[in-house]
């Protein structure tokens, strides 16, 4: 079944309920999350938990086609540390 998610992942086909990391820059960011500013103790709360863990306590849910439909926070964090590549979920 992996050698199947790869295939489809070469293709652009992500399946959802399976973990895939992606380029950080792919990702597409609907304006009514740019225009939201999180909580000054839900963001430290958030990136404590990343740089004790290395993992993000909230997971980053994409669209198929690569719109975010939640974890902002989380990729907040990965673009201020420079982050690459990001574990994402797809959702239909």
Known sequence: MKI???LKQLF????PGYEYCIDLNTIKIPNHYKKHHIN????????????????????????RDFTLVDGYSSYL????YDLAVVPVYFVD
């Open 40 to 63: 000054k103790i839900k963001w430290n709360k958030k990136l404590l938990y990343w740089m004790e863990t290395g993992e993000f306590e909230s997971i980053i849910l994409l669209h």
């Open 12 to 15: 652009g086909k992500y399946d």
């Open 4 to 6: 199947i998610r790869y």
């Open 77 to 80: 964090i990965a673009k201020k």
